[in-house]
């Protein structure tokens, strides 16, 4: 199981330093390089967000993760996640009559792969165009696929590199009870993470929520 989350850009630093920051902790725990990952996010406006005044369209989020080089991901907000083969791409250009591509929102994450003992850590850069955007940290606990039997664990371990920015269990997890994680369940999470990430640009600097 996974937990996905962001750490917020240390003092007086920028994001890539933050990234070698937490890069640095990693190494001195014993951690290797284990090649790159990406994950990116392009948002699509239903037809009824186009062309209906005053009704507020649903978005609709396609999503690709290097992890699953042969499947891509459509999810809902607080919706379904519908995991489909490579080819689904193709589909959404037909269906450019109902959805439409909101090139302007794609956002992705781009990082370095981890690996510690049981642990797999991504640390991820996260950008919307040629901007830096945000730090992305996605922790897997590999022999375990039941969320709720190992967050303790994982917790544990984002403490020794991340400190006081380890995040709260994932909303995913209570929905999963008993069951299997899935490959899913990580995208919801990046998806979530990614709206975030969104949602705090549009807020003035000097702005209050």
């Given at each position: 199981c996974r937990s996905v989350s962001q750490v917020p850009v240390a003092e007086g630093k920028s994001v890539q330093q933050t990234v070698e920051l937490l890069a640095r902790r990693l190494e001195a725990l014993g951690a290797d390089k284990q090649g790159?990952?990406?994950v990116d996010c392009e948002t699509y406006h239903t037809a009824a967000a186009l062309g209906t005044q005053g009704q507020t369209g649903k978005l609709m989020y396609v999503m690709h993760n290097s992890e699953y080089p042969l499947s891509c991901f459509a999810l809902f907000e607080n919706g379904p996640c519908l995991v489909?083969?490579?080819?689904?791409?193709?589909?959404?250009?037909?269906?450019?009559?109902?959805?439409?591509?909101?090139?302007?929102?794609?956002i992705e994450s781009r990082g370095t792969r981890y690996q510690y003992c049981d642990f797999l850590v991504k640390l991820g850069?996260?950008?919307?165009?040629?901007s830096a955007r945000g730090i992305s940290v996605e922790v897997e606990y590999c022999p375990c696929v039941i969320?709720?039997?190992?967050?303790?664990?994982?917790?544990?371990?984002?403490?020794?590199f991340m400190g006081?920015?380890?995040?709260?269990?994932?909303?995913?997890?209570?929905?999963?009870?008993d069951s299997s994680y899935s490959p899913g369940d990580t995208m919801v999470q990046y998806m979530e993470l990614f709206n975030k990430i969104r949602k705090q640009q549009q807020v003035p600097v000097a702005g209050i929520r």
């Open positions: 790159t990952f990406g489909a083969d490579a080819n689904f791409d193709t589909l959404m250009v037909k269906l450019k009559g109902f959805f439409q591509n909101a090139k302007a929102n794609k850069t996260v950008t919307m165009g040629p969320a709720n039997d190992c967050w303790n664990l994982l917790m544990e371990f984002m403490q020794s006081s920015h380890v995040p709260g269990v994932p909303a995913v997890f209570g929905s999963k009870h």
